[in-house]
C-alpha cells in the first residue's frame, strides 16, 4: 500500500498556519496535528503547578507529561492528564510564557519525539516551527507561511476579543514579537523555513486562497 502524504507547515505566530493545515486535512483525508498545542500544555502544567519556570523542573515535568491529541468531528482535542484543555492553553498566560519553555533543548528532544512517533505512519498535516527543519525533514510537502507582523497581530486580536479578552492591538503586537524573537533565536531548531520549504505570504490573501496555492503544488 502506498505511503499516505506527510505535510509540514511552519511559521510564525498568526501566519495562518492552523487554519489552513485543518482545511488542508479535511480536504486530503489526513489528520491535523498542532505541535505548538504541546508546548502549551507543558507551560499550561507548570503553571497550574506553581512551579515556576526553572529549566529543571520542566525536563522533569514534560518527561512524564500525559498529553492526548484526539479527534473529535474532524477538531484536534488537547488532553491534558486526561481533561480536554484545548481553550486554556491559548489564554494570554500560557501565550506569554510558551516560547521560553519551547526553547529548553531537552525539552524540545522530548517533543520531537512524540511527534515523530506519531509522523510515523503518514497521514498527517503537522504544523509549528521546525517541522519541515526537523521533526518531518522527509515530509512530501513542506510550507513555510509568513504574513505582515501587523496583520498577524489583526487575526491573533480578532480570535482573542471573540474569547472576551480585554487587549489592545499593542499588546498583541508586543506579545508576537517577542515570542518571534525568542522562536528566531534558540540554540535548537530555531525558527527557520527548510531549504526545501514553499514560502507563502498570506498577508493579502484569504485561507481559502492559500490553501488553493498549497494544493496547486499538491500532485498526489
Ligand atoms: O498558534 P501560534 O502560532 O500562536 O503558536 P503555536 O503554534 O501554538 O506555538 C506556540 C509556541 O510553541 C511557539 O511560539 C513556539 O515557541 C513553540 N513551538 C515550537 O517551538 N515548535 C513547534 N513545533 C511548535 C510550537
Redesign the pocket.
Known amino acids: 500500500m502506498k505511503k499516505k502524504l506527510n505535510i509540514a507547515i511552519d511559521g ?4 495562518g ?2 487554519t489552513v493545515a485543518k482545511m488542508i486535512a479535511s480536504r486530503l483525508g489526513l489528520l491535523y496535528v ?4 504541546m ?2 500544555a507543558l507551560t499550561l502544567k507548570a503553571i497550574n503547578l506553581n512551579i515556576g519556570f526553572s529549566e529543571k523542573e520542566l525536563v522533569r515535568l514534560c518527561e512524564d507529561l500525559d498529553i492526548e491529541l484526539v479527534y473529535e468531528n474532524g477538531e484536534c482535542r488537547v488532553l491534558l492528564d486526561g481533561q480536554d484543555v484545548t481553550e486554556e492553553i491559548r489564554t494570554p498566560k500560557v ?1 506569554q510564557n ?2 521560553f519553555v ?2 529548553i533543548p531537552q525539552v ?1 528532544e522530548n517533543m520531537v519525539m512524540r511527534q515523530q512517533l506519531m509522523a510515523k505512519n503518514g497521514g498527517v498535516v503537522m ?5 519541515g527543519t526537523r ?1 518531518m525533514k522527509n515530509a512530501d510537502f513542506k510550507f513555510f507561511l509568513t504574513a505582515s507582523i501587523e496583520e498577524r497581530a489583526r487575526r ?1 486580536l480578532i480570535y482573542l476579543k471573540e474569547k472576551g479578552y480585554d487587549v489592545s492591538l499593542s499588546d498583541v503586537i508586543a506579545e ?1 514579537s517577542e ?1 518571534d524573537d ?2 528566531k533565536k534558540r540554540s535548537v531548531d530555531p525558527l527557520v523555513p527548510a531549504e526545501d520549504a514553499i514560502i507563502i505570504d498570506t498577508t493579502d490573501l484569504t485561507a481559502e486562497q492559500v490553501v488553493d496555492k498549497m494544493l496547486s503544488y499538491i500532485k498526489i
Open positions: 510564525p505566530a498568526g501566519a498556519k492552523s498542532d505541535t505548538g498545542s508546548y502549551r501565550s510558551v516560547s519551547a526553547s524540545r504544523d509549528g516551527r521546525d517541522i521533526v491573533r508576537i515570542r525568542i522562536d
